[in-house]
């Protein structure tokens, strides 16, 4: 079985709050739109983002939104670029979760949550590399 996911798909109670936090603060635009979902395309993967009760109906499940044990990552190319980017997605409607700052295992590292409490965390690590089309290669 090859590793590999395809869609990454969020719950959101509002898209039009859900589109300006990935679209002014992530800077992404959406390949797809309708009354119930977003689609962005990603680097290999799609990220939707389905409206609440669509999303239920469609896995046949109640009580998506609670948060979860998980984040999402975006790791940006250099070390100057997280804190920006952490502000940026604030003033596009996100939460500040923990300040970008240097773990103990290296790098650096913000947390920020959008508008429905999903997690992302904002990256830079020196000993992984991100190629032209945003592929991350894990190396130590």
């Known amino acids: 079985m090859q590793q590999q996911i395809s869609v990454i798909t969020l719950g959101?109670?509002?898209l039009g709050r859900s589109?300006?936090?990935y679209v002014e603060g992530f800077g992404w635009t959406p390949?797809?739109?309708n009354p119930e979902v977003h689609f962005?395309?990603?680097n290999?993967?799609?990220l939707g983002t389905f409206q609440k009760a669509?999303?239920?109906a469609d896995m046949n499940r109640t009580g998506l939104l609670r948060p979860g044990a998980f984040a999402l990552a975006h790791n940006v190319p250099r070390q100057e670029d997280v804190t920006p980017l952490l502000e940026r997605l604030v003033r596009a409607g996100g939460t500040l979760l923990r300040p970008a700052d240097a773990p103990a295992h290296g790098g650096f590292r913000g947390y920020v949550a959008d508008p429905d409490d999903h997690a992302?965390?904002?990256a830079w690590n020196p000993a992984w590399t991100i190629d032209a089309q945003g592929h991350v290669t894990f190396r130590l």
Do not use: N
Request: aromatic fraction near 20%; charge should be negative; charged fraction near 30%.
């Open 19 to 21: 589109r300006r936090f």
């Open 12 to 14: 959101v109670t509002d």
């Open 31 to 33: 390949v797809f739109e």
């Open 40 to 42: 962005y395309q990603m």
């Open 54 to 56: 669509a999303l239920e």
């Open 44 to 46: 290999g993967l799609v």
């Open 120 to 122: 992302w965390e904002i």
